[in-house]
């Protein structure tokens, strides 16, 4: 049973769903598996998920499937970062905790559930399903919207009820202080966009503040600038690009908006200390080895 509206796509059949990193990179993905087990990779971690846990895979991870056994079944929800509006991201900003449950999901996509949380998942796949079987869908979609968002802000919640994320200081959302609200934006620009702009001072205008200053709060707040924050996320959709699609080199440099292929190669070389078509190439052969 595959449904998709929009940005939003749901089965009780992974095979049914092609995950095409090309089509997903955008994605957030929540698989529950019901029963068997299925073993694959985010980044260069391996992972199994065995029936009764929770995989949640943030928009622009790779994602490498490996083996699934026979029996492998379970409910997968995919939702384009775009379902998430203004609200959302609110209600995640008031959170303390906010940006260390993000890291925490980016870098642990696999977590044992409670029953609770469980049956919750499951309703909220129920619910989804019945809107998505509606015949006037558009009618519906602010209720699937909403439930889309409703189940990401339970995951989050469930981050604190299983004790996964170090509690912060007792801060309510009424310390938050203002440096702590706009390297949030900032986070969230990173986490929303595609990477393509490189320079601190692009995001520092859409912030309406000055790329020192901004430089200033990010290492106040984490300990590392917003050079190496912009880093880190323009290597890790280079590493998408090249392990996880078809696109040429040329095709790469022009959707991450390089001014052209040889910068594209060096910048590359620089990061990943290999040449892209080397990256692509080395990893390829990692891969059929294993």
Not at 19 to 43: D, H, M, R, W, Y
Not at 159 to 174: F, H, I, P, Q, Y
Not at 220 to 229: L, N, P, V
Not at 249 to 256: P, Y
Request: with cysteine.
């Amino acid at each position: 049973m595959l449904k998709v509206f929009d940005e939003l796509i749901i089965s009780d059949n992974i095979d049914e769903v092609n995950i095409s990193p090309e089509t997903f990179s955008n994605f957030l993905i929540v698989f529950f598996c019901e029963k068997g087990a299925l073993q694959f990779s985010v980044g260069s971690k391996r992972y199994v998920a065995e029936a009764g846990t929770l995989v949640v895979s943030t928009p622009h991870n790779i994602i490498g499937l490996y083996m699934r056994t026979p029996d492998l079944q379970g409910k997968i929800i995919c939702a384009d970062t775009s379902l998430f509006d203004d609200s959302v991201l609110k209600i995640f900003h008031l959170d303390p905790n906010w940006l260390k449950k993000m890291i925490y999901l980016s870098q642990n996509p696999l977590y044992h559930t409670s029953e609770f949380h469980r049956k919750l998942f499951l309703a909220y796949f129920n619910l989804l399903e019945i809107y998505l079987e509606d015949s006037d869908k558009y009618y519906r979609k602010d209720s699937i919207k909403l439930l889309a968002q409703s189940v990401i802000v339970e995951i989050m919640h469930q981050l604190d009820n299983g004790n996964l994320v170090e509690e912060s200081s007792n801060k309510t959302s009424a310390d938050i202080s203002q440096k702590d609200r706009l390297f949030r934006r900032f986070i969230t620009m990173l986490l929303q966009d595609a990477c393509t702009d490189r320079e601190v001072k692009a995001y520092a205008d859409r912030l309406l503040i000055t790329p020192k200053h901004l430089s200033y709060i990010c290492k106040e707040q984490s300990g590392r600038t917003a050079s190496e924050w912009i880093t880190e996320t323009v290597v890790r959709n280079i590493k998408y690009y090249l392990l996880q699609t078809d696109l040429t080199i040329k095709e790469i440099a022009f959707k991450m908006d390089f001014p052209d292929v040889s910068f594209f190669c060096k910048y590359t070389k620089k990061h990943l200390g290999k040449s892209p078509i080397e990256y692509r190439k080395n990893s390829a052969e990692s891969t059929d080895e294993g």
